[in-house]
Nanobody, 122 residues
Framework: QVQLVESGGGSVQSGGSLKLSCKHS?????VGWFRQAPGKEREGVAA???????MYADSVKGRFTISRDNAKKTYYLQMNSLKTEDTAMYYC???????????????????WGQGTQVTVSS
């Protein structure tokens, strides 16, 4: 069982930046970031594969960057040019159980963190 702990959420004005961190208990290969806004389904934001391939949702391309530091057992989501519609609870997930093409699907991950809240105000 992989333990995942997110941090770095907070409140920021539109156009600002935040960097989320997810510390994991083992060096997992495939990880992803997801978010869930009130009243909406959880959606994939970004994912990074063992070969460093990355995938992004269209809504965050060019603004968000996923990265990892295996030595620190931590991966990150740098979020720039934040918009009010980015407001959500953000979750990290590990242990991809589907093909890479499905890396942004909620159902493809076995392990989840508890989430960290991101609030963007206008």
């Amino acid at each position: 069982q992989v333990q995942l702990v997110e941090s770095g959420g907070g409140s920021v004005q539109s156009g600002g930046s935040l960097k989320l961190s997810c510390k994991h208990s083992i060096n997992t290969l495939d990880v992803g970031w997801f978010r869930q806004a009130p009243g909406k389904e959880r959606e994939g934001v970004a994912a990074i594969y063992s070969d460093q391939s990355m995938m992004y949702a269209d809504s965050v391309k060019g603004r968000f960057t996923i990265s990892r530091d295996n030595a620190k057992k931590t991966y990150y989501l740098q979020m720039n040019s934040l918009k009010t519609e980015d407001t959500a609870m953000y979750y990290c997930a590990a242990d991809l159980r589907c093909s890479w093409g499905n890396a942004l699907l909620v159902s493809c991950y076995r392990n989840w963190g508890q989430g960290t809240q991101v609030t963007v105000s206008s």
